[in-house]
């Protein structure tokens, strides 16, 4: 299942987290709500962020230079906030390594970091 996120300039693909039933997941939540939460992302239950991730994602997509999108590299890139082994199916790791190389497309040296690091631990989890 892709989700397809749109700016004003492209279209992206993100694979779409689907649970067992090969349902969505989440709701499309608002960007407006995904701003206004984004620094809450890493403490919600496993359960909850295999829930709310893909609104996450696709705001990030949309917003590459939002609060959104730094605070979730920074969090992908921490395994204390966002672990692989909090029940992530292979499809659900799959959809943050596409966001991840994704994201990685113009982003500041500054960024690089967490970057490189969010890339190791997702691909480590696989």
């Known amino acids: ?10 279209r992206h693909e993100i694979p779409a987290f689907v649970d067992h039933d090969g349902r969505l997941s989440n709701r499309l939540l608002s960007d407006s709500w995904v701003e206004r939460s984004f620094d809450q992302l890493p403490f919600f239950s496993d359960d909850a962020k295999r829930f709310y991730l893909p609104a996450f994602l696709r705001v990030g997509a949309l917003k590459p230079n939002s609060l959104v999108a730094q605070f979730l590299l920074y969090a992908l890139s921490d395994e204390f906030r966002m ?4 029940g992530y199916s292979q499809q659900q ?13 113009g ?9 490189e690091a969010a890339k190791a631990l997702w691909q480590a989890g696989t």
């Open 1 to 10: 299942m892709i989700l397809i996120v749109r700016n004003y300039r492209r």
């Open 83 to 86: 672990h692989p082994s909090g």
């Open 93 to 105: 790791k799959q959809a943050i390594r596409d966001y991840l190389q994704y994201a990685g497309q």
């Open 107 to 115: 982003l500041e040296d500054l960024d690089r970091e967490y970057l």
